[in-house]
C-alpha cells in the first residue's frame, strides 16, 4: 500500500505511463517502499533523490514520500496501520461498482474524500480526493470494471 499510495501522488499531474516506465526506480530510490529504511531518509538522502532521473524529481513529492513513511510509522507504533486505516473506508469489502463507460467513472466519490480527510489528519501529504480515489482502484478497495468489460463478471460474481 506504501508503494501505490507513492506512485498515485507521484502521478499528479503527469500521466500514469510516465509513472509506471518510473516504478523500478523508485522501487529503488525508496528502499523496496520499506518505510521503516525510507523514513529514516534525510536531507542529504532527499537532496540526491531530486537530481535522480529515474524518478520523478518533484522535492514535495520526494519530501511527502518520506514523511508518509514516518506517518506509517506512527500508525504502527499506536497499534494500526495503514490497511486499517484506508479498509475502513469501503468496510472492508471492495465495492463493487456498475459504471457503464469510462465517463461514468467519477474522479472522486465521498469515501475517496473522506479518506483524504483522515490521512491527512494522520499527517500524510499528496493525498488529495481524486489521489485516494485513484489509490482505492489500484489497491482493490474499488472495483470499477465497466459493465461491458470482459472482466466485469469475474469480479462481480465473487463474494
Known amino acids: 500500500l506504501f508503494e501505490m499510495i507513492t506512485l498515485e501522488g507521484a502521478q499528479a499531474g503527469l500521466s500514469w505511463l510516465t509513472i509506471l516506465r518510473k516504478r523500478e526506480g523508485y522501487r529503488n530510490a525508496f528502499a523496496g517502499f520499506d518505510p521503516g529504511r525510507v523514513a ?9 533523490l531530486v537530481t535522480n532521473p529515474e524518478i520523478v524529481r518533484h522535492r514535495g513529492k520526494i519530501e511527502a514520500t518520506v514523511n508518509n513513511a514516518r506517518r506509517i510509522l506512527a500508525l504502527w507504533d499506536s497499534g494500526s496501520s495503514l490497511s486499517d486505516v484506508v479498509w475502513s473506508f469501503v468496510d472492508g469489502t471492495p465495492q463493487k461498482n456498475q459504471w457503464q463507460t469510462l465517463a461514468d467513472i467519477p474522479a472522486s466519490t465521498e469515501a475517496s474524500t473522506a479518506m483524504s480527510k483522515q490521512l491527512k489528519r494522520l499527517g500524510f501529504r499528496f493525498v488529495g480526493p481524486t489521489t485516494c480515489y485513484a489509490f482505492m482502484q489500484a489497491a482493490g478497495l474499488v472495483n470499477d470494471h465497466e459493465t461491458r468489460c470482459f472482466r466485469y463478471d469475474e469480479f462481480h460474481h465473487k463474494s
Open 40 to 48: 529514516g531518509f534525510d536531507g542529504n538522502i532527499i537532496d540526491k
